[in-house]
């Protein structure tokens, strides 16, 4: 079984400020991706990045870079010089490969909500 | 990145009447997409997979006769929620997963369905 837990589960920051989101996985596959989603209150999820297991470097994009772990199986995402832009629920999101049994179903974590006050 | 609509992006309806919630791959073949149901301030919960071309699969506890998934080409599927009740008012989103073997899903803007 896969979990994903997200131990946030709110973060208030003021902005400028950086901010690390958690995320913990559990999984019996050897191989096995990894994403985070942004959820702004419009209500779509946005893609922001995958992970490959095999893959452990570390990536930066812009303001946002990524941790991943996998000796703790952990893949946190920081955001720095945060933004009002940023408030949003993120939620870290794993899924086997495909063609496994379970196919490429989603497991999300509960989803952290991020603030951002002025 | 991959674009995915979803219309209507907001419905009312009368208990007992059924809606018709339509997901497109705007720029790409999706063999298979995703439908989820989401609860205010919660997580995502799968309601089934949507696979091109055959039935759908549906997860435990989700009624298949009450949602009503049709795949019908690579570019769409839909969802219908049968005989809605109050209780079937949710946050629908669809997602669709790239052909190309990275296994990433791509999500629509979401479908609100109120039932009054």
């Known amino acids: 079984a896969q979990k994903v837990t997200q131990a946030q589960t709110e973060i208030s920051v003021v902005e400028k400020e950086d901010v690390t989101l958690d995320c913990v996985y559990e999984?019996?596959?050897?191989?096995?991706?990894l994403f985070w989603y942004k959820q702004p209150p419009s209500g779509e999820l946005v893609f922001l990045i995958r992970r490959n297991s095999f893959d452990e470097q570390n990536e930066i994009s812009g303001r946002y870079s990524w941790n991943f772990q996998k000796s703790t199986s952990s893949f946190n995402f920081t955001i720095t010089a945060s933004q009002v832009v940023d408030s949003a629920v993120y939620f870290c999101?794993?899924?086997?490969?495909?063609?496994?049994?379970?196919?490429?179903?989603?497991?999300f974590g509960e989803g952290t909500q991020l603030t951002v006050n002025p | 990145g991959a674009v995915v609509s979803q219309h209507p992006s907001r419905v009312i309806c009368k208990s007992g009447t059924s809606v018709k919630i339509e997901c497109r791959s705007l720029?790409?073949?999706?063999?298979?997409m995703f439908w989820y149901r989401q609860f205010p301030k919660k997580s995502l919960m799968l309601m089934a997979t949507?696979?091109?071309?055959?039935?759908?699969?549906?997860e435990q506890g989700v009624e298949k006769d009450k949602f009503l998934i049709n795949h019908a080409s690579l570019t769409l599927s839909t969802l219908t929620v049968t005989s809605a009740h109050p209780e079937d008012s949710s946050f629908y989103i669809c997602s669709a997963r790239e052909p190309w073997g990275q296994e990433t899903q791509y999500f629509g803007p979401g479908t609100r369905l109120l039932v009054l």
């Open positions: 999984t019996r596959d050897t191989t096995y991706y």
């Open positions: 999101a794993l899924s086997p490969p495909r063609g496994e049994t379970s196919g490429s179903r989603l497991t």
């Open positions: 949507s696979n091109e071309g055959s039935k759908a699969t549906y």
């Open positions: 720029d790409f073949q999706a063999t298979t």
